[in-house]
């Protein structure tokens, strides 16, 4: 469509920083297709510009760290790791760096990544049922404390479900936030 003496006008008054309405009016191209041509042009120049020595030492430098991941690999050292320890540490270098994905880190840590994400998925969803849970406890506690501790763990079950809170009775016994008192009034009743 347009000849390489053309990209190579339009490229050069861009360059030039010409706005791209008057490249576009004058030469009819769209701001995507310039802006596709300089970067092409740049890794044309950035490959053409590359001495042999450059890619021989990149070629080495590769070489190295393979050798250096199959040793780590070999060693079975990320074996001896528990699981939950290295879904620990992902979980840390997915937050702290974001220039590693999801797929880069699991696979450097032989860690499937559905288990990572099921592991992050999890957490939220335990974390929010304790503060569920906290949440819980201080209205127990309260109604506990209104009644002048004569309420049993049904009678509070009640109150609390006229509240709209719906909880089992068990639920209520199991709780090891109690206090003493408290917990062991319910044991009682």
């Known amino acids: 469509m347009y000849s390489e003496e053309e990209k190579q006008e339009i490229i050069s008054a861009y360059q030039l920083g010409q706005p791209l309405t008057d ?6 191209v769209a701001p995507s297709t310039i802006y596709r041509w300089v970067k092409d042009k740049k890794e044309y120049i950035a490959e053409e ?12 430098q590769k070489e190295r ?18 699981l939950r320890r290295r879904l620990d540490i992902l979980e840390d270098l997915h ?10 880190l699991c696979e450097a840590l032989g860690v499937s990544r ?18 569920e849970q906290q949440v819980l406890m201080v209205q127990v506690q309260q109604i506990f404390y209104d009644s002048k501790q004569r309420f049993g763990a049904e009678k509070i079950r009640v109150i ?3 509240n709209g809170i719906h909880v089992g ?6 709780k090891k936030h ?12």
Do not use: C, W
């Not at 760290?65 to 001896?80: D, F, G, K, P, V």
């Open 23 to 28: 490249i576009r009016g004058k030469f009819g």
């Open 49 to 60: 510009n590359m001495l042999p020595m450059d890619i021989r030492n990149l070629l080495f």
């Open 65 to 82: 760290l393979e050798h250096i991941l199959q040793i780590i690999r070999l060693s079975n050292l990320l074996a001896e790791v528990p």
């Open 95 to 104: 937050e702290r760096f974001e220039q590693y994905n999801v797929h880069e």
């Open 114 to 131: 559905g288990t990572f994400y099921n592991h992050i998925f999890r957490r939220a969803d335990r974390t929010k049922y304790q503060e």
């Open 160 to 162: 609390l479900s006229e």
């Open 169 to 174: 009775k068990k639920r209520l016994y199991r």
């Open 178 to 189: 109690y206090a003493e008192t408290f917990y062991s009034v319910l044991k009682k009743q």
